[in-house]
């Protein structure tokens, strides 16, 4: 029987983020180049999106480039760039289908052309959608993100547009490039790292954590309804007793 039907609907995590990592390593596995494991890492992006969108998750965040991956062999991060064009060309009408819309963050101006708009089309061929929101983090760096946010605020209250009093967790949040979609309730990283890798440090604060040694691109519908069912076997107390809640496990 599929974990799947384990899975309480009235209690999906609304927003979920994944760290996909292991392509390499599983590539090395079977005797290959690292593309190779990044080409057969799209798999599991494909599974994880469907099965995301079929049992009614709002929100899927993956990082999918971090501004560091800037610093590796520049063929692979060429053939990483071309890769991501021909699977935004090849996965959006998939994602029309699927009701899925697409979004990206991150430093986007620091991708290809060919990337850029590539994706521009993608995001507004999907734009009207309604169902999944698929958010790719593309050159993407939390430390950045809060620093760009940092100034933006520091710039609206030297122009008056603010008081330096009224800065609070709010006024941070929507300087973030993730403003408008909710803090991530649960976070995958695959390949048995335990760490977050400058990935979306504030926006995690209140997230669950969940690490598997399965390799990503060995990463199906199974092993995301496994994380979803041990998400659902916590209990998410934010600094508040079980008693507070009225809950328990």
């Known amino acids: 029987m599929s974990l799947k039907e384990s899975i309480i609907k009235e209690r999906l995590p609304r927003h979920i983020a994944i760290i996909m990592d292991g392509n390499g390593r599983w590539a090395k596995k079977q005797g290959n180049v690292r593309i190779f494991g990044h080409k057969n890492a799209l798999n599991a992006v494909r599974a994880v999106c469907e099965g995301c969108a079929e049992l009614g998750v709002e929100y ?5 480039f971090s501004t560091e991956n800037w610093n590796r062999p520049k063929m692979e991060v060429s053939a990483l760039m071309d890769l991501l064009v021909s699977a935004i060309n090849t996965e959006t009408d998939t994602l029309i289908k699927n009701n899925i819309r697409l979004n990206a963050i991150g430093r986007l101006t620091d991708l290809p052309e060919k990337v850029c708009a590539n994706l521009r089309e993608a995001i507004e061929r999907t734009k009207a959608n309604t169902g999944l929101t698929l ?7 939390s430390k950045v993100e809060i620093i760009e946010a940092v100034r933006r605020i520091a710039s609206n209250v030297a122009d008056g547009k603010i008081a330096a009093d009224s800065i609070d967790g709010d006024t941070v949040s ?3 490039y993730t403003c408008g979609i909710p803090d991530p309730d649960l976070l995958i990283r695959t390949s048995g790292e335990y760490r977050i890798s400058n990935f979306m440090l504030w926006q995690l604060a209140y997230a669950e954590l969940y690490f598997t040694p ?4 060995d990463f199906d519908k199974e092993e995301l309804y496994k994380a979803i069912v041990d998400y659902q076997q916590r ?3 934010f600094g508040m007793t079980s008693e507070q809640l009225g809950q328990s496990i």
């Open 135 to 141: 958010t790719l983090a593309l050159s993407y760096s």
């Open 60 to 64: 899927l965040t993956l990082y999918a």
């Open 174 to 176: 929507q300087n973030l």
């Open 235 to 237: 209990e998410r107390r």
């Open 214 to 217: 399965t390799l990503w691109p």
